[in-house]
């Protein structure tokens, strides 16, 4: 696939993903055939980038940093906190689908960890009791 394809194929999967917030199977099928490529070719290339969903999602996506700078911070605190508050472990979607659990690596704001983002809202220097009230905040 062309760079210029791949981008075009970038675009419309975050089009999609707008619409139905993932990105369903029919719609591979169709950008497969868009593209003229066998569908692995094209789920694979969703899957290579971690903000792109081929399962649904929870309403709120929360990411939790947990790279070494937010860790020296107690970013573990935070996260184990979290994943109480959720019943989620990382990787999983609460039942009723308004909560999808991810840690990630880096969030980008290395000097104000704890990170979480929620959605596309960043959220820094937490403490666990902060990070549960910005959840309970969430329906």
Same mark, same amino acid.
């Given at each position: 696939?062309?760079? /210029?394809?791949?981008? $075009?194929?970038? @675009?419309?999967?975050?089009?999609?993903?707008?619409?139905?917030?993932? $990105?369903?199977?029919?719609?591979?099928? /169709?950008?497969?055939?868009?593209?003229?490529?066998?569908?692995?070719?094209?789920?694979?290339?969703?899957?290579?980038?971690?903000?792109?969903?081929?399962?649904?999602?929870?309403?709120?996506?929360?990411?939790?940093?947990?790279?070494?700078?937010?860790?020296?911070?107690?970013?573990?605190?935070?996260?184990?906190?979290? /994943?109480?508050?959720? @019943?989620?472990?990382?990787?999983?979607?609460?039942?009723?689908?308004?909560?999808?659990?991810?840690?990630?690596?880096?969030?980008?704001?290395?000097?104000?960890?704890?990170?979480?983002?929620?959605?596309?809202?960043?959220?820094?220097?937490?403490?666990?009791?902060?990070?549960?009230? $910005?959840?309970?905040?969430?329906?």
């Amino acid at each position: 696939m062309l760079q /210029q394809d791949n981008d $075009i194929l970038l @675009e419309m999967a975050h089009d999609i993903q707008d619409t139905y917030g993932y $990105i369903p199977e029919r719609e591979i099928t /169709q950008l497969a055939e868009k593209f003229s490529e066998p569908r692995a070719k094209i789920y694979g290339a969703l899957e290579f980038y971690s903000m792109l969903y081929t399962e649904p999602t929870g309403k709120y996506i929360v990411r939790i940093c947990d790279s070494i700078s937010c860790f020296l911070h107690d970013s573990d605190e935070v996260l184990e906190a979290v /994943q109480d508050y959720l @019943e989620l472990e990382s990787g999983e979607t609460s039942d009723d689908k308004l909560f999808t659990l991810e840690v990630v690596e880096c969030l980008g704001h290395c000097g104000e960890g704890p990170v979480m983002m929620v959605n596309d809202r960043m959220y820094t220097e937490l403490t666990s009791g902060r990070a549960i009230e $910005i959840l309970s905040e969430c329906q």
